[in-house]
């Protein structure tokens, strides 16, 4: 007769291995979870280096750069000045010099950074989508005409 308080499966090799994978559990959802918010951004921002061939304002540069662009150019001109702090200040009608390299953030990088909060503010505040007209009670008060 077993008089030990364990069930008889359960014996220090059983033990064991139920310690060895928990650990090992504990230590793959530590990975999944620095996985999910990883301390550095996991798509490097695409940065063209560009040399200037004549004394230019940063409004025209911001026009040559990003033609076309949906984009408010003050926006731009802001990612612009991000880009290059030593270079470039607030100032719209400031010139950079010829011969200056310029460090020009992506067009794409730029839209998902600015449009970004409010996607995600328009996500959550459509996440609950109200009363639907398959509803009884919603089409009661319905003005039905003959």
Known sequence: MNTSSHPAFWNSTTASSWLLVGALSCVAATHVRAADNPAEPSEPVAVVQVTLDQSTAVDKLVQKFYPNSPIASSVLRKALQDANPKIISGNPQQRVKA?????????GHIAVTVLTP???????????????????????PWVRFP
Not at 99 to 107: C, R, S
Not at 123 to 137: C, I, L
């Open 99 to 107: 011969g200056t390299t310029l460090a020009v953030p992506d067009h």
């Open 118 to 140: 409010f996607a995600a503010a328009h996500t959550a505040k459509n996440s609950d989508p109200g009363p639907s007209a398959r509803d009884a009670a919603v089409r009661k």
